[in-house]
Every structure is written in C-alpha cells, then in structure tokens.
C-alpha cells in the first residue's frame, strides 16, 4: 500500500470516528432531552394534583364538620310543638310575633293547618304565601327566610345555598325578627347573617329530616300547578 493509500485510510478512519461521536452526542442530547421533558411533564402533574388533594381534603373536611355539628340539635335552635295539621284553603292565624319583649319584628310559622297546594321548593324575590310555604315544611323542605333588608351579597349567597338543595325554599319577609331564619317542620333558627357557619348543619339535619310528617312527598309542581 502506498503512503497515499495509507493517509486516505487513516482521514476515512478519523471521519468514521468523528461522525460516531458526534451521532453518540446526538442521541446522549436526545436522551437528555427526553428526560428533562418527563421531568417537566411529572412537575406539572404534580402541580396540579397538589392543589387538588389539598381542596378535596379541606372538602372533606368541612363535610365532616358539617355532618357531626348536624348530629346534635343545633346551636340557638327552638322546638316547637305543631298540634294542629289539617288543610284548609282559608287564611291561618299564625302566631308570627317574635318572643322578644316587646316583639323584634315577625317568624314565620314552623307548622299547623295549611293550604292543600305546597308552595314549590325554590327561589322567591317576593314573599309566598305562608300557608302553601307551612305544607311545604309538611313535605320535609327547609324555608329559608331573609329579611329585605339583608345585603344583596347575603341574598345571593343564600340563593346560592338553595340552588344547591331540592327541598329549599328562600324568600324575604318583610318585618323579619332576625336577619335570617331557617325553618323546618316544628324547629326554627334565628340567623345575623347568612355567612353563619349553622346554615349548613341545619339543613343537614332537618332538610327531609325524620321530623318531617309527610316525608319524601314533593316539593315541586302545585300552587297548584
């Protein structure tokens, strides 16, 4: 072999050998490359997982406190005894004076005769009609009551609570004694604020509570219809 030949060989040799390193560096880089994104993509799923856990645990936090403050007769709450049930499609006279001395202002009634229609579970921007609301309690709905003046931001977040519940209904009584009063079928809550933390053990305990005569009946449809 000449010496021409042998320095042709030794350049192809040292191209051959540089083109292997620079294609091993390539795919060293590649590789690099293809960790540092699964890296990346894993931060982002932990990233967004995180937030997750954290708000489903608060969540589940805040239902069990919700649950055991419902297992036990809420805080402020009255009892009273209903003994009169019966239907009529004449106006009631209820005892809607508060117990104040003298009387803060009116309640509505937590039970007693009513009108053979229901008032429709929902939300009201005018007062209903206290009878066809008292067979609604009958049927296991939580009446919420507000006060007119209450804060629109309060109304609102009530309206929010009744979107969230069936067998809710919200509407302002004028001359309300208290800011906010729920009611279920003979137990009733006085309220300064819709922003009260016995709103929602409330209607834990009560919405289609056992104290609820005609259990399980609707609460939609009728006034009549």
């Given at each position: 072999?000449?010496?021409?030949?042998?320095?042709?060989?030794?350049?192809?040799?040292?191209?051959?050998a540089?083109l292997a390193?620079?294609?091993?560096?390539?795919?060293?880089?590649?590789?690099?490359?293809?960790?540092?994104?699964?890296?990346?993509?894993?931060?982002?799923?932990?990233?967004?997982?995180?937030p997750?856990a954290?708000?489903l645990v608060?969540?589940?936090?805040?239902?069990?406190?919700v649950?055991?403050?419902?297992?036990?007769?809420?805080?402020?709450?009255?009892?009273?005894?209903?003994?009169?049930?019966?239907?009529?499609?004449?106006?009631?006279?209820?005892?809607?004076?508060?117990a104040?001395?003298?009387p803060a202002g009116?309640?509505?009634?937590?039970?007693?005769?009513?009108?053979?229609?229901w008032?429709?579970?929902?939300i009201y921007?005018?007062?209903v009609?206290?009878?066809?609301a008292?067979?609604?309690?009958?049927?296991?709905?939580v009446?919420?009551?507000y006060?007119?003046?209450?804060?629109e931001?309060?109304?609102?977040?009530l309206?929010?609570v009744?979107?969230?519940?069936?067998?809710v209904?919200?509407?302002?009584?004028?001359d309300?004694a208290a800011?906010?009063?729920?009611?279920?079928?003979?137990?009733?809550?006085?309220?300064?604020?819709s922003?009260?933390?016995?709103?929602?053990?409330?209607?834990?305990?009560?919405l289609?509570?056992?104290q609820?005569?005609?259990?399980g009946?609707?609460?939609s449809g009728?006034?009549?219809?």
């Amino acid at each position: 072999m000449s010496a021409s030949q042998s320095k042709r060989l030794q350049r192809a040799a040292l191209r051959a050998a540089r083109l292997a390193e620079a294609q091993a560096q390539q795919r060293r880089e590649q590789q690099r490359r293809g960790r540092v994104l699964v890296q990346i993509l894993a931060l982002g799923i932990v990233g967004l997982l995180v937030p997750t856990a954290v708000v489903l645990v608060i969540a589940l936090r805040q239902k069990a406190a919700v649950e055991a403050a419902a297992g036990s007769p809420i805080a402020g709450e009255q009892v009273m005894k209903i003994a009169d049930t019966a239907h009529t499609s004449a106006s009631v006279d209820y005892d809607l004076e508060s117990a104040a001395t003298p009387p803060a202002g009116t309640l509505p009634p937590t039970g007693g005769d009513h009108d053979p229609a229901w008032q429709p579970c929902g939300i009201y921007d005018t007062p209903v009609r206290t009878e066809n609301a008292v067979h609604s309690l009958e049927h296991g709905a939580v009446w919420i009551a507000y006060n007119p003046s209450l804060p629109e931001g309060q109304v609102e977040d009530l309206a929010d609570v009744a979107d969230a519940h069936p067998y809710v209904l919200l509407s302002p009584i004028p001359d309300l004694a208290a800011p906010v009063v729920l009611s279920a079928w003979g137990v009733q809550l006085q309220l300064p604020s819709s922003a009260d933390p016995r709103v929602e053990p409330f209607l834990t305990r009560y919405l289609q509570g056992p104290q609820s005569p005609e259990l399980g009946a609707a609460c939609s449809g009728d006034v009549s219809e």
